[in-house]
């Protein structure tokens, strides 16, 4: 069974540039996170896709951000325009349940590099 | 605000001895705790997690610990092995509002396993 994937690996753009970020979650998983991890800190939360619906969006940090997920299969992230502050490790999660301890399965992140 | 903390950022420990890796919250409402471990250029891999209405959860060589009075969780391993030797982070799961699924992070912990 393939695990989650996201692409690209790698993005280095120049400040006020646009990036778009992708995941496919794992089939069949209907719940879908996006999470960063700015160098030095934690993972933090950004939001949270049941299906194609955005169930929680309390993380995102503000406007410039913006995550679909059409369809409910896989998700993007745009970030429109890009700050130095944006850079970091772009995780997506996956999984089959919602609810509180579920196992969340991780893809292997974006590391977003803005200069 | 640090929801979640892992105030030792490494750990180091000898082949078959204990590894015990601490963490720390202030949110009585977190509905469970969980600990994911991640190997350089992966995401985090999901390791073991226990209900805030247990106080151990046991899965092989690996044991979590909770003492809710002291809103403090810890994870043996035992024996080390050097394959353990990755970043471990703790996060808590809350079960509020609707933020049901979403994960708080700590900052991680580096283990080393030295042969």
């Known amino acids: 069974e393939a695990g989650v994937t996201q692409f690209p690996s790698h993005s280095v753009i120049e400040k006020g540039q646009t990036v778009t970020l992708r995941c496919d979650p794992i089939s069949g998983h209907d719940n879908l996170y996006w999470y960063r991890r700015v160098m030095g800190k934690e993972i933090k939360f950004l939001l949270h896709f049941v299906k194609e619906s955005k169930q929680d969006e309390s993380g995102m940090p503000n406007n410039r951000f913006l995550a679909e997920r059409t369809g409910g299969t896989y998700s993007t992230l745009k970030v429109q325009p890009a700050e130095l502050e944006d850079s970091g490790v772009y995780f997506c999660a996956s999984s089959q349940w919602g609810l509180a301890g579920s196992e969340q399965f991780f893809g292997p992140g974006t590391r977003l590099t803005v200069l | 605000d640090q929801q979640v903390k892992q105030n030792s950022p490494s750990l180091s420990v000898q082949e078959g001895r204990i590894s015990i890796l601490n963490c720390d919250y202030t949110n009585s409402m977190f509905d469970y705790f969980l600990w994911y471990k991640k190997y350089p250029a992966e995401g985090p891999t999901f390791l073991i997690s226990i209900s805030s209405i247990k106080d151990k959860n046991e899965d092989g060589r690996f044991t979590v610990f909770l003492n809710k009075s002291a809103k403090h969780l810890s994870l043996h391993i035992v024996p080390s092995q050097p394959g353990d030797s990755a970043v471990y982070f703790c996060?808590?799961?809350?079960?509020?509002?609707?933020?049901?699924?979403?994960?708080?992070f700590g900052k991680g912990t580096k283990l080393s396993v030295k042969p």
């Open positions: 996060a808590a799961s809350p079960n509020y509002g609707g933020s049901q699924g979403n994960l708080i």
